[in-house]
């Protein structure tokens, strides 16, 4: 009988880690939809729902609307606060 091929052990491969988030950095924007998830959130949910039942809920219910300029207001209010708040971060680095 013939004698099976020894396999040669393969190197280890190193792996590369994700870079931890900075605790110091600012929070980012919202979205008009989370804006508007905040203000409704409690109207939306009942007994027994989970977290992803609620936020299907609010989709069916976010796409059906037709006015969501006052939500779209805050959140361009939102990003202009992150993006003032990130280079000041940014300038501190």
Same mark, same amino acid.
């Given at each position: 009988?013939?004698?099976?091929? !020894? /396999?040669?052990? &393969? ?7 994700? +870079?931890?988030? *900075? ?27 989970? !977290? /992803?039942?609620? &936020? ?7 796409? +059906?609307?037709? *006015? ?26």
């Amino acid at each position: 009988m013939a004698k099976a091929a !020894v /396999a040669k052990k &393969a190197t280890p491969v190193k792996k590369v880690g994700k +870079k931890g988030k *900075d605790p110091n950095a600012p929070k980012r924007a919202m979205s008009a939809f989370f804006f508007w998830m905040q203000d409704n959130r409690e109207r939306i949910k009942k007994p027994g729902m989970g !977290v /992803a039942d609620v &936020a299907k809920a609010a989709g069916v219910e976010w796409g +059906k609307l037709t *006015d969501k300029s006052k939500w779209e207001k805050k959140a361009a209010d939102d990003k202009k606060r992150y993006e003032a708040a990130i280079a000041a971060y940014k300038k501190s680095l």
